[in-house]
Structure formats: C-alpha cells, structure tokens
C-alpha cells in the first residue's frame, strides 16, 4: 500500500518560523493533488494548502502570504513552509495525497499520521 510520513513539528514563538515535510512511500503509480490540512482542538479539520502535480497551488485565507506549499514529484514528497506563525495556527496537521496505487483502481486518498504545531503567544 502507500504510507505517508510527516515530520517537522514543534513549538515556535509567534511570528517565528516552520517547515513541515511529507514522503509518500509504497506502491505508488502516480500523486495527483497533495494538500495540508489541520486540526485545532474542539474544531473540524481545515484545509490549509493543496498543490497539483503540475504546480498549481490554492491556500486558505487565513494562511496566504504566510504559508507556501510545495513539492517535489521525483521524491513523492510535498512540504510546507509556515512563516509569520500565530498562535491561532496551533493544529495538528496532516499530508493527504490522492495516489493511483499499483492493483487498485481509482484513487486512493492516503492521509499521514499528523504532525502537532504549537505557537505560543
């Protein structure tokens, strides 16, 4: 199957800096869209950043001008980049890829483990 491993979590002060990393691993074919969600306590999970396999990326509001979402097609992996931190960004987040996987038709909607970022004030 496809396991997707974050890392790069922490705690940061406001205003400081992030950068989370995602690598898809396993029987993968291709990666069509790789996102970012988060989660903060006693909230329903966000969508925070996604980027196509040609580049193209969307944010949410709240996130734009801070955060940048990247990836790197040949390593299946995807990262993002968290600059100007809040602590209103304080979330676990977590990598999602939309995989073709060998033996399987269709998509497979693969989610990481979650990575917890924490900001203080």
């Known amino acids: 199957q496809v396991q997707l491993v974050e890392s790069g979590g922490g705690l940061v002060q406001a205003g400081g800096s992030l950068r989370l990393s995602c690598a898809a691993s396993?029987?993968?074919?291709?990666?069509?869209?790789m996102r970012w969600y988060r989660q903060a306590p006693r909230k329903q999970r966000e969508l925070v950043a996604a980027?196509?396999?040609?580049?193209?990326?969307n944010y949410a509001d709240s996130v734009k001008g801070r955060f940048t979402i990247s990836r790197d097609n040949a390593k299946n992996t995807v990262s993002l980049q968290m600059n100007s931190l809040k602590p209103e960004d304080t979330a676990v987040y977590y990598c999602n890829a939309r995989t073709v996987v060998a033996g399987i038709i269709g998509y497979l909607e693969v989610w990481g483990q979650g990575a917890l970022v924490t900001v203080s004030s």
């Open positions: 396993g029987s993968i074919v291709s990666i069509n869209a």
């Open positions: 980027i196509t396999s040609g580049g193209s990326t």
